[in-house]
């Protein structure tokens, strides 16, 4: 099946697909003095110190422009356990392996009921709809629907980030942000999906609602090597009309999360990227401006001090960590640069152990042709034919013609410049995407694809050289941008 039109729909959407993390962020000045509300009804937790972040400044706040980082994370491919190329021979759910046809082993993102596979979770403002990972031959039907905490409140669920097992239970949590004020809703995996009746609450802000916002969730990851998954918030505040945003890490605790900071840092976005130098830890990437991202590498105390600048002139209005586009066994990171020199172009950092370079080791330039697309969402479905290296997905919008999904194939040296996918007739709004890794049980990657105020379509099926794959909307819902896994 071809791709089809996104039906409009009134009202807008977050969607985070199957696994942890994917924020959203402002870009721009960097580092508020931010409170969280000391009168708040949080049941847990002391006050964050606004103290704790140093204060950063902008000329111009009018000035100031929006970027969305999306970013999954995902573990590591062990490339010696892979025989890179063929599977002929295997079943449709087998894969080579050491020389023989082997079942592909799911890798779930954000499994909320504990049984294997990847969830759906989808955002709109006022309520999260979950849809659970499949069978196949199943249809995609509602599992949940999760209503705010406080009844009514329009800001819920404009914000989501998947976050991993946070209290070491062995089922996925899931954040959500009340995003006028800042507050984080913790909700529980547990067998019989999230647990909506006690969600944990962390603090807000407690400058007027005027001045302070909240703006991005995203998994950490395990930075600290406890075997607890982390969560990062990034909320901002305008003072004297200048923006400033701070990023605050929160720990992994047995009560789901820690309701204080750790950590805190300048950082219009902050996501998690994985383990991107090999060292036992999950890494985090921080953007400070456009052109200012750097990796902070995790460590058993939390983020360090040690940092590595992404070199170059780009404006990152996508960032995905943690995909092992070479198979090398290492994550890497690839940033959505939608100006480039003459076209959009995706930066690819390449992870290794000892950490990265800083300077990118590929930057694609993205033929637009005549539609003068523009790149607008970045992903990766993860492995989606079974060589053990994880794919690339962007969708490119304009103003002439449909929009189009374009998957770059991982490949020995990075991604692959001639082996590239071009699936037609998206919609030509500009569509978010996001990678699903597996919800129904094949072993490979998916997608989600959605338009602004329109159904999102879970996409799976593609392979190289297709131009359609198999699309399934996501009914019941309607879907805005999409976050990413971890």
Do not use: K
Not at 8 to 30: D, N
Not at 55 to 64: N, Q, R, W
Not at 171 to 198: I, K, N, P, Q
């Amino acid at each position: 099946m071809r791709f089809s039109s996104v039906d409009r729909a009134l009202g807008e959407a977050l969607v985070i697909v199957a696994g942890v993390a994917l924020g959203a962020s402002t870009s721009g000045c960097t580092d508020p003095a931010i409170e969280p509300d000391a009168g708040s009804s949080a049941d847990v937790g002391a006050s964050i110190d606004a103290g704790a972040s140093d204060t950063g400044s902008h000329d111009d706040a009018a000035a100031v422009d929006a970027a969305r980082i999306d970013a999954p994370i995902e573990a590591p491919i062990d490339a010696s356990a892979a025989d890179v190329g063929s599977d002929a021979g295997c079943g449709a759910t087998e894969i080579l392996r050491g020389g023989a046809c082997v079942a592909r082993t799911p890798t779930p993102r954000s499994d909320f009921d504990g049984d294997g596979l990847s969830d759906i979770a989808v955002g709109s403002y006022g309520s999260v709809t979950i849809y659970a990972g499949r069978d196949r031959a199943d249809p995609w039907v509602r599992s949940q629907l999760v209503s705010p905490p406080r009844p009514g409140d329009p800001n819920f669920g404009g914000e989501l980030a998947a976050t991993g097992d946070t209290n070491g239970d062995g089922f996925d949590e899931l954040a959500v942000m009340e995003r006028g004020r800042g507050y984080v809703w913790l909700f529980r995996g547990g067998a019989g999906g999230l647990d909506t009746s006690a969600p944990l609450e962390l603090p807000g802000c407690s400058t007027p609602s005027d001045t302070c916002d909240g703006e991005s969730l995203s998994a950490a990851g395990d930075v600290d090597g406890d075997g607890l998954r982390d969560l990062v918030v990034v909320r901002s505040v305008v003072v004297d009309f200048r923006v400033y945003w701070t990023a605050y890490l929160f720990r992994g605790a047995t009560t789901g999360l820690e309701t204080s900071y750790a950590w805190s840092a300048p950082g219009s976005s902050a996501v998690g990227v994985g383990d991107v130098d090999a060292d036992g830890f999950d890494d985090l990437l921080l953007l400070a401006d456009y052109g200012h991202a750097r990796i902070v590498y995790g460590s058993a105390s939390g983020p360090s001090a040690r940092e590595t600048p992404l070199l170059g002139t780009y404006e990152a209005r996508g960032m995905q960590g943690g995909a092992d586009v070479n198979g090398d066994g290492v994550g890497d990171v690839v940033l959505l640069d939608p100006t480039g020199a003459a076209r959009p172009r995706l930066l690819v950092y390449l992870g290794a152990r000892g950490g990265l370079t800083g300077s990118a080791a590929q930057a694609i330039e993205i033929e637009v042709g005549p539609a003068a697309l523009e790149g607008e969402g970045l992903a990766s479905p993860g492995d989606m034919d079974g060589d053990g290296r994880a794919e690339i997905a962007v969708t490119l919008s304009g103003s002439v013609g449909p929009g189009q999904v374009r998957v770059w194939w991982g490949g020995e040296d990075g991604l692959s410049t001639t082996d590239v996918t071009t699936l037609d007739d998206v919609s030509m709004i500009p569509a978010p995407l996001s990678g699903t890794g597996d919800v129904d049980g094949d072993g490979l990657g998916e997608l989600v694809e959605g338009g602004r105020g329109g159904t999102p379509q879970w996409l799976s099926g593609i392979t190289r050289g297709a131009t359609s794959a198999t699309v399934v909307p996501l009914s019941g819902s309607t879907g805005v941008s999409l976050g990413h896994p971890l």
